[in-house]
């Protein structure tokens, strides 16, 4: 009995700290500070991907915009439902997701990627070379 207690316990802790990235987030403007869109992130083949599922749109903005900048597949298509994050890894060692890509459809540039959870937000990293960009995502709660 103090055998499975213990392990109980061990795999709690382990679950604790090991937060997974799947599921909605809700991402922010680092200008504004103003939500912009939710990204619902899921493992597909040992891989994680994310993909817009709504965004939050201004008065007189298109509720359903299509990517004109995007530089790839993508050029053209409608942004909800669009694929943004690819590819990306989990590393238990350092216990973040990388070697992935990000798109930023609102200028159509692709960056390497690299996720973690910390604080029960998600911290998504973009970056070109040795400059990069760091956003927080909140989870999304549906409300």
Known sequence: MKVSITL???FAATALYSQSI?????????????PRSVVEIYEKGGKYFGKIVELY????????????ECNDHRKG?????MEIITDLKY????????????????NGNIYDCRLW????NLKVRGYLLFFYRTQTWLPYSGV
Do not use: A
Request: net charge negative; with cysteine.
């Open 22 to 34: 799947v599921g909605k987030w809700k991402t922010i403007d680092d200008e504004s500070g103003k």
């Open 117 to 120: 959870v910390e604080d029960g």
């Open 91 to 106: 590393n238990k060692g350092d216990d973040e997701y990388h070697k992935g890509e990000i798109l930023d459809p609102e």
């Open 77 to 81: 298509k409608k942004v909800i439902g």
């Open 8 to 10: 109980l316990t061990l």
């Open 57 to 68: 749109r201004e008065p007189g903005e298109d509720p359903d915009p299509i990517c004109q």
